[in-house]
C-alpha cells in the first residue's frame, strides 16, 4: 500500500441520459422521464428520472413494466450521440482540475487529486474561487465542490460527487446522497459509513454473491469483518481477497487514465422472432455500421470479427474470422461479417431473437491513413441477391 493518502474524487451525473433529454426539452423537465433502448416489445429502460424512480421505475426493467409502475410517464427512445456529446463536455470540465481522469462510463469518473488537493496552485493550475486550496483532505473537498458547481453553472445538469481515499470508498460516497449529493468518507470514518451498508455494495458482488453471502448470514459489509481472510479466499477463491479488503475500506487500485480497449461491439433484440434473412442482414449491418464509427473514432483496427445470434429458444452462438490485414473499412467488416452470417450461421427454419457484431485483436490506425470515409450502404445492393441462393 502506499505510504501517502491519496484523494480521490468519484463524479456520478445524476439519471444522466433523462437529465440530458430535460436539458434539451425543458417542457419535460421535473417530470417522470424515462429514457428506453426501445419503446415497444423487447425494450429495456436505459435511465429513469428520480420523479419515475418513486414509481419503482428503474434501468434494466423492461419497458412494459415500467409502463405498468408508471404509466404517466414519458417515455422516450435513447440518443446515445447525444450523450456521447454532453459528456466529452463533462470530461472537459474534470480534465481542468487534473489530468489524473478515469472514465468509467459517459456518465461517471474517477479523479486522482492528490497532487492537485495538496500544492499551491500555480497560473491556469488548481481552479480555486477563493486562494489557497485548504490543507490536508479539506483540499480534496475544495476541489469536489468546484466540480459539482462548475458543472451546474456549465451544463446545467447535477452530479452526485463522493471523495474518500481510495476509488471504491469515493464511489459508495457518491452514492449514498443523491440525487445531487457530495460526501466525503475520511479514514478515520470508514468503518462507521461501512459497516451497516448491504454487502452489494462491494464491489463486484452481484445476484448471486450476494445469495452466496446471505447463505453464511451475512447481510451487511459489517457482519464480514469477523471472517478471516482465509476462510473468504477458500470459499470464493481470488475474490474473497477483495471482499477482506474492500469491506474493511482498503482499495489500492490506481485511477487509470488511459486504458487499451479489447473490442468494440453492439447487439439488437428484435421486437418479435425474425426467420426473414434479408431484415436479419439489414440489422446486422446498421450494427456493423455503428461498430465501424465506433472504431474509426478510436483510430483503431480490427483483426477479428464476429458475429452473435441468438435464438427464439435462447440458445446463442458466435462465429469469428481473422483477417490478416487489420480493417477500419465499412465495405471490408461488413463483407466478413455477411460471410459469417449466410454461410457459418444456421439460419433455415430458425427463428432469431438477436443479432450482434464485434471487432477485436484491435491495433492503432496509422496516422497518415485517417483519411478514409464510410463507404454508406456497402455491400447490401451488390449482395442482396445472394438472398435468392438460400
Known sequence: MRGDVRK???????????????????????????????????????SAAYEARKFGAKSAMPVFRARKLCPHGIF??????????????????LKDFTPLVE???????????????????????????????????????EVGRQIKRRIKEEMDLTASVGVATNKFLAKVASGMKKPDGFMVITEEEKERVLKDLPVSEILGVGRVMEKALQEMGIHTIGQLWPVSLAELVERFGKFGSSLYYLSRGIDD??????????????????????KDLRVIRRQLYDL???????????DLRAKTITIKVRYSNFQTITRSITIGTPADLLSTV???????????????????????????????????????????GAGLEEASTEDSKR
Open 8 to 46: 480521490i474524487i468519484h463524479v456520478d451525473m445524476d439519471a444522466f441520459f433523462a437529465s440530458v433529454e430535460e436539458l434539451d426539452n425543458p417542457a419535460i423537465r421535473g417530470k417522470a422521464v424515462i429514457v428506453c433502448g426501445g419503446l415497444t416489445g423487447r425494450g429495456v429502460v436505459s
Open 76 to 93: 422516450l427512445e435513447g440518443r446515445m450521440e447525444r450523450y456521447i456529446e454532453v459528456s466529452l463536455q463533462l470530461m472537459r470540465i
Open 103 to 141: 472514465p468509467v462510463s459517459v456518465d461517471e469518473a474517477f479523479l486522482d487529486v492528490t497532487e492537485v488537493a495538496s500544492a499551491r496552485p500555480k497560473d491556469g493550475g488548481f481552479p480555486t474561487s477563493g486562494g489557497l486550496p485548504p490543507k490536508d483532505f479539506a483540499g480534496a473537498e
Open 253 to 274: 487500485t490506481p485511477v487509470v487514465t488511459e486504458w487499451e480497449p479489447k473490442s468494440v461491439g453492439r447487439s439488437s433484440t428484435f421486437e418479435r422472432d425474425i
Open 288 to 298: 456493423t455500421e455503428d461498430v465501424v464509427r465506433q472504431l474509426k473514432e478510436m
Open 334 to 376: 461488413w463483407h466478413h461479417a455477411d460471410i459469417l452470417l449466410r454461410e457459418k450461421v444456421e439460419l433455415k427454419e430458425r427463428a432469431v431473437r438477436l443479432v450482434g457484431v464485434s471487432l477485436s485483436n484491435l491495433v492503432q490506425a496509422p496516422a497518415v491513413e485517417q483519411l478514409h470515409l464510410f463507404e454508406e
